[in-house]
């Protein structure tokens, strides 16, 4: 099979079946304003009244950054340097591992809304609360931009779907329906649209192999063409692709999201136990694992099918991001309402991701930013001030989505930003929850080391690329009059006065530094972070271990090293007091009330409603911890 320059637009069935996607989605919203507690109260519209339960809490956890970007750019990447971005498999599972374990159990215990109000409890410092926020705000209104921009994008160069109309599509209505149906609809919508992306990808991989001439056909051709590689293991950090770049690399980048993201983190808070919340994090390695797999084989039947006759190098797209749209509608335009079905899933990981970061958002400014400094606001009208929230946050993102063109490879570019913001905010939350001398000095100014390491390799990167290796690509399978045209424009490129670009022997020698793989970014930062946090925190003063509330502290030395005595683990502990669980609840009701060290807002809402008191009594979630060392 060859690519064709000529490919068909989109019919009436396909327009049916992507307005489908959007009332579905929009009435999904619809349903939960007007049913249960109709999002009257805070508790409902940012925590679903935490009695979620575990199996679409994982599923949204799952799609909320399996955005467009990845359904564009997995496949892409597969396409064109081949498979080693399946070891992010591996990575995933240590990422679970570690946000299940270390990370969800201190913001469980707590009894959050905003990830960030731990800060403050840990640090006894707003500043570094207020710094982390706004950090997460930048971080989710640069991401969700890409996520809105890229899809609609690469749907308008290949097949001509309006540009800016889908823009305001896509953000209009999840605006919509996460403004009116709070996190319950952000939740659910998820679940639908993961179904919905499941259907797409399996469309392209069982019609495009069918064309090929089977799965056998399709791996013999990408085992010719390079395209299957899972060994290599270099140990050069300027490799883009490695065994340890990504197992390691990834594992930072990834952790920045499922560790300690508002976002996430705010999902897993919604189930009704610990135990939910853990199985919800949990149930993530196959589901990621699944649309993982779902993406790889759809980039490597697309290459099976294009192996003689690159669309890009003959003209019919203009960027890697554009495969998979042109693909689609190259084999799936025969039957119409199946490009409609794939469009549907790629806009359905873009809604899934900015209803995600919609909600986050209006969660971390309204607890991070509005109360506090309007500290006795009437829940009703906090209700509605974080509905606004989320409308403003909405709009922002589409008059942030345009920037995103400049940014390359949606894949690249989206993993970039959370290495380089998400790195230091996982820093930041690292260093408080495993480092019990740090400070709020310390902590301050890790964060800024961080973000000026990261955005300073980071950008150095963007400037002067590095060089990648990649498997070759062909046109010598296309139609006569594309392959002369091609070294025609080449002949021609060659005779022009046009400067070629610049040669990298000609960077300069610091560009060396920026050669580094971007899945670095984040560990980067994170050792940044630490190493200029707890030296600030020893030079200015650190705190001292016994002094720190337990609750919000890991026990890492009970996490990695069970197997030892107690009495061995609890010199681990380095002065924290998890044994002195009594003494640390007595002194809690003494200063923070009947209710131990749990959120301000949280024991507000409780001395106001003495039912949902009661109700948290009863199911358990006011009690202490289970854990040996007192957590």
Same mark, same amino acid.
């Given at each position: 099979?060859?690519?064709?320059?000529?490919?068909?637009?989109?019919?009436?069935?396909?327009?049916?079946?992507?307005?489908?996607?959007?009332?579905?989605?929009?009435?999904?919203?619809?349903?939960?304003?007007?049913? @249960?507690?109709?999002?009257?109260?805070?508790?409902?519209?940012?925590?679903?009244?935490?009695?979620?339960?575990?199996?679409?809490?994982?599923?949204?956890?799952?799609?909320?950054?399996?955005?467009?970007?990845?359904?564009?750019?997995?496949?892409?990447?597969?396409?064109?340097?081949?498979?080693?971005?399946?070891?992010?498999?591996?990575?995933?599972?240590?990422?679970?591992?570690?946000?299940?374990?270390?990370?969800?159990?201190?913001?469980?215990?707590?009894?959050?809304?905003?990830?960030?109000?731990?800060?403050?409890?840990?640090?006894?410092?707003?500043?570094?609360?207020?710094?982390?926020?706004i950090t997460f705000m930048c971080q989710m209104v640069l991401y969700m931009g890409i996520a809105i921009y890229a899809p609609s994008l690469a749907l308008n160069a290949v097949t001509g779907f309006t540009l800016w109309g889908s823009v305001l599509t896509c953000g209009l209505v999840c605006t919509?329906?996460?403004?009116?149906?709070?996190?319950?609809?952000?939740?659910?919508?998820?679940?639908?649209?993961?179904?919905?992306?499941?259907?797409?990808?399996?469309?392209?991989?069982?019609?495009?192999?069918?064309?090929?001439?089977?799965?056998?056909?399709?791996?013999?051709?990408?085992?010719?063409?390079?395209?299957?590689?899972?060994?290599?293991?270099?140990?050069?950090?300027?490799?883009?692709?490695?065994?340890?770049?990504?197992?390691?690399?990834?594992?930072?980048?990834?952790?920045?999201?499922?560790?300690?993201?508002?976002?996430?983190?705010?999902?897993?808070?919604?189930?009704?136990?610990?135990?939910?919340?853990?199985?919800?994090?949990?149930?993530?390695?196959?589901?990621? @694992?699944?649309?993982?797999?779902?993406?790889?084989?759809?980039?490597?039947?697309?290459?099976?099918?294009?192996?003689?006759?690159?669309?890009?190098?003959?003209?019919?797209?203009?960027?890697?991001?554009?495969?998979?749209?042109?693909?689609?509608?190259?084999?799936?335009?025969?039957?119409?309402?199946?490009?409609?079905?794939?469009?549907?899933?790629?806009?359905?990981?873009?809604?899934?991701?900015?209803?995600?970061?919609?909600?986050?958002?209006?969660?971390?400014?309204?607890?991070?930013?509005?109360?506090?400094?309007?500290?006795?606001?009437?829940?009703?009208?906090?209700?509605?001030?974080?509905?606004?929230?989320?409308?403003?946050?909405?709009?922002?993102?589409?008059?942030?989505?345009?920037?995103?063109?400049?940014?390359?490879?949606?894949?690249?570019?989206?993993?970039?930003?959370?290495?380089?913001?998400?790195?230091?905010?996982?820093?930041?939350?690292?260093?408080?929850?495993?480092?019990?001398?740090?400070?709020?000095?310390?902590?301050?100014?890790?964060?800024?080391?961080?973000?000026?390491?990261?955005?300073?390799?980071?950008?150095? @990167?963007?400037?002067?690329?590095?060089?990648?290796?990649?498997?070759?690509?062909?046109?010598?399978?296309?139609?006569?009059?594309?392959?002369?045209?091609?070294?025609?424009?080449?002949?021609?490129?060659?005779?022009?006065?046009?400067?070629?670009?610049?040669?990298?022997?000609?960077?300069?020698?610091?560009?060396?530094?920026?050669?580094?793989?971007?899945?670095?970014?984040?560990?980067?930062?994170?050792?940044?972070?630490?190493?200029?946090?707890?030296?600030?925190?020893?030079?200015?003063?650190?705190?001292?271990?016994?002094?720190?509330?337990?609750?919000?502290?890991?026990?890492?030395?009970?996490?990695?090293?069970?197997?030892?005595?107690?009495?061995?683990?609890?010199?681990?502990?380095?002065?924290?007091?998890?044994?002195?669980?009594?003494?640390?609840?007595?002194?809690?009701?003494?200063?923070?009330?009947?209710?131990?060290?749990?959120?301000?807002?949280?024991?507000?809402?409780?001395?106001?409603?003495?039912?949902?008191?009661?109700?948290?009594?009863?199911?358990g979630t006011m009690t202490g911890l289970e854990h040996e060392s007192g957590l």
């Amino acid at each position: 099979m060859t690519a064709s320059p000529n490919i068909p637009s989109f019919a009436i069935a396909d327009y049916v079946i992507f307005s489908l996607l959007l009332a579905v989605s929009a009435g999904i919203g619809i349903f939960h304003a007007l049913t @249960g507690g109709r999002q009257k109260t805070t508790h409902e519209f940012l925590m679903a009244n935490r009695n979620m339960n575990p199996a679409p809490v994982a599923m949204s956890l799952t799609v909320s950054f399996m955005s467009a970007i990845t359904i564009l750019g997995t496949p892409a990447e597969h396409y064109v340097y081949g498979s080693m971005y399946s070891l992010f498999g591996i990575s995933y599972t240590l990422v679970m591992i570690c946000a299940a374990e270390l990370y969800m159990p201190v913001f469980y215990h707590l009894r959050l809304t905003s990830a960030y109000e731990y800060l403050e409890i840990r640090f006894n410092s707003k500043l570094i609360r207020i710094m982390g926020a706004i950090t997460f705000m930048c971080q989710m209104v640069l991401y969700m931009g890409i996520a809105i921009y890229a899809p609609s994008l690469a749907l308008n160069a290949v097949t001509g779907f309006t540009l800016w109309g889908s823009v305001l599509t896509c953000g209009l209505v999840c605006t919509f329906y996460t403004t009116i149906g709070g996190m319950k609809a952000v939740l659910w919508t998820d679940v639908f649209q993961l179904g919905v992306m499941i259907a797409g990808f399996l469309a392209v991989i069982i019609q495009g192999s069918i064309n090929v001439g089977g799965w056998g056909k399709v791996m013999e051709i990408c085992e010719e063409g390079g395209r299957i590689e899972f060994d290599n293991f270099s140990f050069d950090p300027t490799v883009r692709h490695s065994f340890w770049s990504i197992c390691i690399g990834g594992v930072f980048t990834w952790l920045a999201i499922y560790g300690i993201n508002q976002s996430q983190v705010q999902r897993y808070l919604t189930c009704r136990s610990e135990r939910d919340a853990r199985i919800a994090i949990y149930l993530n390695v196959p589901g990621l @694992g699944l649309i993982l797999a779902l993406a790889a084989c759809s980039g490597l039947v697309m290459y099976a099918h294009y192996h003689d006759c690159d669309p890009k190098s003959a003209g019919y797209v203009s960027a890697n991001d554009q495969l998979m749209p042109y693909f689609v509608m190259d084999i799936l335009s025969f039957l119409p309402g199946l490009p409609g079905l794939f469009v549907s899933c790629m806009f359905s990981g873009a809604l899934s991701t900015v209803s995600s970061g919609l909600n986050s958002l209006a969660a971390v400014a309204g607890e991070d930013l509005v109360r506090q400094y309007w500290k006795n606001i009437p829940d009703e009208r906090y209700t509605w001030i974080t509905k606004g929230l989320a409308l403003l946050f909405g709009l922002l993102s589409l008059f942030m989505a345009w920037i995103s063109s400049m940014m390359g490879d949606v894949l690249q570019a989206a993993l970039s930003i959370f290495g380089m913001i998400g790195g230091p905010l996982l820093g930041l939350f690292s260093l408080a929850m495993f480092f019990p001398w740090a400070n709020w000095k310390g902590a301050a100014s890790g964060l800024i080391s961080g973000l000026i390491m990261s955005f300073w390799v980071g950008i150095g @990167g963007f400037l002067y690329k590095p060089h990648v290796d990649k498997p070759p690509l062909t046109t010598a399978g296309c139609p006569t009059e594309i392959n002369n045209m091609t070294t025609t424009m080449a002949a021609m490129t060659m005779g022009t006065t046009t400067p070629a670009p610049l040669p990298q022997d000609s960077y300069p020698e610091i560009a060396n530094y920026y050669a580094i793989s971007y899945l670095y970014y984040g560990a980067i930062a994170w050792l940044t972070v630490i190493f200029v946090g707890l030296l600030v925190s020893f030079i200015t003063g650190f705190t001292k271990p016994e002094d720190v509330n337990p609750k919000t502290i890991c026990p890492l030395v009970d996490k990695c090293c069970c197997c030892l005595s107690k009495r061995t683990r609890t010199s681990g502990y380095f002065g924290v007091r998890f044994g002195d669980v009594d003494d640390v609840k007595k002194e809690e009701e003494e200063k923070y009330g009947p209710y131990g060290m749990i959120s301000v807002e949280v024991q507000a809402d409780l001395d106001e409603d003495p039912e949902k008191t009661k109700a948290m009594e009863a199911n358990g979630t006011m009690t202490g911890l289970e854990h040996e060392s007192g957590l």
